[in-house]
């Protein structure tokens, strides 16, 4: 890590963030919105299957928001960049591609 410059992590990181919390807050707004279908015309099974997968990828997208709020914590911590399970140093390589990644390859 001691090469690795971490303003430009930080900065991914920061870029994903944003896109994450876009992501879910148009999700949201959908998915809370009252519904306006029209009875006659709407398939409510469908309708349900389409709330559900909503449901789904904002659970994903929580997730890996968590996961880049966690890594941008570490990041101010000066720990981040190490594997939470054997605490070996992270190839840049792999951080570069997985910024938020708390594993090393063997761990992942
Ligand atoms: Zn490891």
Request: proline content about 2%; charged content about 30%; hydrophobic content about 40%.
């Amino acid at each position: 890590m001691a090469t690795t410059d971490t303003s430009k992590l930080r900065a991914d990181l920061e870029t994903e963030r944003t896109d994450l919390s876009r992501q879910l807050s148009e999700l949201e707004k959908d998915g809370s919105a009252a519904p306006d279908f029209d009875e006659n015309f709407a398939d409510s099974g469908q309708v349900a299957a389409e709330q559900n997968e909503n449901l789904t990828l904002a659970a994903n997208f929580r997730d890996q928001l968590a996961e880049v709020e966690a890594a941008l914590r570490r990041l101010d911590a000066g720990t981040y960049g190490y594997c939470e399970v054997c605490a070996t140093a992270i190839t840049d390589v792999r951080l570069e591609a997985m910024p938020a990644t708390r594993f090393c390859i063997d761990h992942a």
